[in-house]
């Protein structure tokens, strides 16, 4: 049986100063009227009923994600004390999945991916379900890339490595690149974004985390056999304490026989505000005036406000997002840096603000 397990539990720093930590990007309307986290359900939904789902987010979000899926029940939840990265998160959901279905593929999902074409991502997912299943892979969507981008890191895939589903097999993993080496990883034609979307059987992950991340395993193992009246304590206390590790770096990068499907659809992690303007309709002059603002002598900006006009003369190229609480003014060029002003705020306990 498939099942999905969906990873909402991100601060969305980049996104600040509308993504906080008690709402961040994923229970967002930032495209259309549904969050970016209700369309990721219903982007799967004719593949994997909403039964079949696990949403692994905090108890500080789980009040909002319950508004915006109705149907879902406590069953479909599972709760992170703290964020400790994606291993943990998907290990922990792997965990609760051998309860149910230990012999079930398991598809992992961020919450706050922008796709488009919804028959070419079905089609994908569906040939990554299949490769799971017939040579037991660990198995990832590589996103062909359009642009040298350095905001994604990179997938190396063997083409003469080709698998019987049509996936291929994986050379490498890449960190974030420099524009330099993200030019040089377009015209190789032998990398792909690494999306972070990932399928693979239960038993499979399990036994990879067992092998490559020991400390993480016996933390699991330490939660399973957890009993008695102050069970929330014990489990509070053991997931705090473990590391905060990716799974690309916890398992993926070290794996043997780990596939990549080509995905060849329209998709975004929705990383930062660049992103934003990227993906949005634009003026004559270049802006992604949203609300109606006063723009004049003003080109290639992106404004959002949605309590206050805003009126700008003669800049361009600038991000300008404004809360009833606070105002980012960035260039669109260090998009990526808004996650710094989040990280000074936490370092100077700017707790109102996050």
Known sequence: MNHAVIMAGGVGSRFWPRSRKKKPKQVLNIFG??????????RISSIIPPDNVLIVTTHELVGYIKEQLPDFNEKNFVLEPVG?????CIGLAAQRLAEIDPDGIMVVLPADHLITDQERFSACLKQAIQTAEQDDSLVTIGITPTQPETGYGYIQFSPDDKKASGAYGVKTFAEKPNLETARLFIESGDFLWNSGMFIWSVKRILSEIESSVPELHAGLTEIKKIEGSDADAQFNHIYSGMKAISIDYAVMERAQNVAVVKGDFS??????????YRLSPKDKSGNVNLNNHVLINTSNCLVDSSDRLVATVGIQDLIIINTP??????????????????????????DKYL
Request: net charge negative; proline share 2%.
């Open 84 to 88: 400790r990265n994606t291993a943990p």
């Open 267 to 276: 998709w975004s992690d929705i990383g930062n505000w660049g992103e934003v």
């Open 325 to 350: 609480d606070a105002l980012l003014v960035c260039h669109r060029d260090h998009a990526q840096d808004v996650k710094r002003i989040v990280e000074y705020m936490e370092r100077r306990q700017l």
């Open 33 to 42: 009227s549904n969050t970016l986290l209700q369309e990721t359900v219903d």
